[in-house]
């Protein structure tokens, strides 16, 4: 179901947690929404599902206005950081609860909800373990427990707050993979949060990115990182540099050299660049370029990061090279950015 | 199963502290300094009685019915302080109100206050000249000096039992548990009765043992409550100091004996109880 945010505003006391928002998520999307603590993402998602109410604004599920309607009445799936499962419970137990509780006009007949809780339970993997408490199983596999919880309302919209934040690395990563099989298998509408930039980037077919209660900006992952629309996305998402630069009959100039990059069609004036480590060339002489002194060099995996000191006004940047190129303390490299983006304030 | 079958089972899980010789030692010092040499006294004293004077002591009506009214009344206390004891704490945890730190303060004063005085207080307002005696005595409600009286003085004493057991418990459910199961359709008499208070019921068992025990023997407040009628409001513990100031030592020992034997068998059923759904709420493990 496709799920349309409207001019949301969310006040807790005096304070704007989400100022305007608005959004489109489409039928079947796996959509994240990515942001610092405090950007309003948790808060949107529950706003979604109905846990908390807007200030101001409406949340349509299809056609239907879901505003006004209670938690129970939105029928969505919601899966928390903490699993927040039914300790008292086996597995079995706490996946058909949300068809138990329901009234008997709408109730499954018990064999039914057995069958369908047996069909989640072997589709999140956890076949053989459905008598177990959740006292007795490890993180990620009582996130599947909660997962599949969720999904056994056949909810309109699957609501996930940092699925994947307790669990450590290795199995975070399995998991990820995992959810976007379960996705791509059975179509729910996904709205996921996240902080983590990796994770959004590889598993949503959209990002939404936050900052300070207002959404910066909506892409696929690719546009995302390759084109950001504001400086706060640019430092966001990935690494990368920023220098003060002037703009200059079509050049950039830092201070009183050019950098050899030109800029046609930018107007004239101070302006801030940003370019990602990996998006320059080295240059051999430098008639134009930005030069600096190498002041630390590791290698990380694939790659060597190289920071460069260019000179007390600008500080340091840091860039990437292939491995096999060495850089030695002290010495001396020249490069230009290949792709960057300029931002005036 | 190889490795686990050679593993000779031990008591002593490896720790950093060590020290589980000394500890054990002086625990079961202690518990036979202070709770096994005299109850033994009394169980060997009632024994020199010989069985059939003892069992005619214990079975002697006026014996049987103080032993029912004792565990009766003490029983249908805890089970009041359960309701609600359980309502207290939750509203002690989850609402916050100007009066907050009073009301918690106040649940402990059954602790602090001599038993007497309590039972002073409580006589004074339900006697049928009393400001709640006298409303309820046209409507021929009598409370004072029948069972009635004895079983609210035992729910004074008992409440903070309850309340200081679920309280901590109770902090601990995560809110968002409650949300889950908001999520999933469930309404709030469902998300109580279906997600919180089955998830509370180790909790709640363990201050309705406590409150039960300390039901049974308590004799400060339900004395001035009761009445003390032979073989109507009159409480096992009150029968044996009338017994003791009759000098009647061997019937004295053989209600205590009998009193004895039942708490125990019931707080070890309770506690069993108690062990088994903590295992099973994934406490234990």
Redesign the interface.
């Known amino acids: 179901m496709e799920v349309r945010v409207q001019n949301i505003h969310k006040e807790f006391g005096r304070f704007p947690a989400l100022d305007d928002v608005s959004l489109d998520i489409r039928s079947g999307e796996l959509i994240a929404l990515l942001g610092p603590s405090g950007s309003g993402k948790t808060t949107l998602l529950r706003l979604v599902a109905g846990l908390e109410t807007p200030t101001d604004g409406t949340i349509y599920f299809g056609d239907e206005d879901a505003s006004r309607k209670t938690v129970q009445q939105r029928n969505i799936g919601f899966v928390f950081q903490h699993y927040a499962l039914f300790r008292h419970m086996t597995v079995l137990d706490n996946i058909s609860f949300g068809l138990k509780i329901r009234p008997a006009s709408r109730r499954p007949t018990s064999t039914d909800i057995k069958r369908r809780a047996m069909e989640l339970i072997d589709l999140v993997q956890l076949s053989g373990l459905e008598k177990r408490y959740p006292a007795q199983l490890s993180g990620g596999q009582r996130q599947r427990v909660a997962l599949a919880r969720a999904m056994a309302v056949e909810p309109n919209v699957l609501l996930l707050d940092e699925p994947f934040g307790a669990l450590d690395a290795q199995v975070r990563k399995e998991l990820r993979r995992w959810l976007r099989e379960i996705h791509d298998r059975t179509g729910h509408t996904t709205i996921f949060v996240t902080h983590d930039q990796e994770e959004a980037l590889e598993l949503a077919d959209r990002v939404v990115v936050m900052s300070k209660g207002k959404i910066e900006q909506v892409g696929t992952p690719d546009e995302i990182y390759d084109t950001p629309v504001s400086p706060f996305v640019f430092g966001f998402i990935g690494q990368s540099n920023i220098l003060s630069v002037r703009v200059e009959s079509g050049q950039l100039w830092i201070e009183d050299r050019s950098i050899g990059v030109s800029a046609a069609g930018e107007p004239d004036g101070p302006a801030q660049l940003y370019f990602r480590p990996h998006d320059i060339e080295l240059l051999e002489d430098c008639g134009g370029c930005i030069a600096g002194i190498v002041t630390a060099s590791r290698r990380v995996a694939g790659t060597r990061h190289v920071e460069l000191d260019i000179g007390a006004t600008q500080g340091k940047v840091e860039i990437e090279l292939p491995p096999e190129k060495t850089a030695t303390d002290r010495s001396r490299i020249a490069f230009r950015p290949t792709r960057w983006k300029l931002f005036r304030s | 199963m190889t490795a686990s079958t050679r593993k000779r089972w031990q008591f002593r899980q490896p720790s950093v502290i060590p020290g589980f010789g000394l500890a054990l030692g002086v625990t079961l010092s202690w518990l036979i300094l202070i709770i096994l040499i005299p109850l033994s006294g009394l169980l060997w004293r009632s024994s020199a009685l010989g069985w059939e004077t003892f069992w005619a002591m214990a079975t002697d009506q006026r014996t049987l019915n103080a032993l029912r009214i004792s565990f009766g009344t003490a029983f249908a206390a805890a089970l009041v302080n359960v309701v609600f004891g359980v309502i207290l704490a939750w509203v002690l945890v989850r609402y916050r109100f100007p009066g907050k730190r009073i009301i918690d303060a106040m649940v402990d004063l059954p602790f602090a206050l001599p038993t007497a005085v309590a039972g002073i207080a409580l006589t004074t307002l339900y006697a049928p000249n009393g400001w709640i005696g006298s409303l309820l005595t046209p409507l021929g409600i009598k409370i004072a000096f029948t069972p009635i009286g004895i079983v609210i003085a035992l729910v004074f004493v008992g409440l903070p039992f309850v309340v200081r057991t679920v309280q901590p418990i109770m902090e601990e459910i995560?809110k968002?548990?409650e949300?889950?199961?908001?999520?999933?359709?469930?309404?709030r008499f469902?998300t109580i009765s279906?997600?919180l208070l089955?998830?509370l019921?180790p909790a709640v068992l363990t201050g309705f043992a406590l409150a039960f025990a300390r039901g049974v023997g308590e004799y400060g407040s339900v004395i001035f409550i009761a009445g003390n009628l032979p073989y109507v409001s009159e409480i096992a513990p009150l029968l044996i100091v009338i017994r003791l100031e009759e000098f009647n030592y061997p019937a004295a020992t053989a209600i205590a004996a009998v009193m004895l034997v039942i708490s125990f068998a019931m707080l070890l059923v309770i506690n069993m109880i108690q062990a088994w759904s903590r295992r099973?709420?994934?406490?234990g493990?």
């Open positions: 995560d968002e548990v949300e889950a199961a908001a999520t999933l359709g469930a309404n469902q279906r997600v089955p998830g019921t099973r709420y994934g406490y493990t």
